[in-house]
């Protein structure tokens, strides 16, 4: 997981946006990132917009 969550806040942000959109493209079909709601929510707070 902090494998997800370090590219999802990587500087690079149309590769940060690929991942994301590949996470909310599997969520559509399955329920295999729900058991990581809780570190998806975590980064409500982070201090880069983008991640928000």
């Known amino acids: 997981m902090q494998g997800i969550i370090a590219k999802l806040t990587e500087k690079d942000d149309k590769y940060a946006c690929a991942i994301a959109d590949k996470i909310i493209?599997?969520?559509?079909?399955?329920?295999e990132w729900y058991e990581y709601f809780d570190a998806f929510a975590s980064l409500l707070n982070h201090p880069k917009s983008l991640v928000r």
Request: glycine share 0%.
């Open 25 to 31: 493209s599997e969520s559509q079909d399955t329920d």
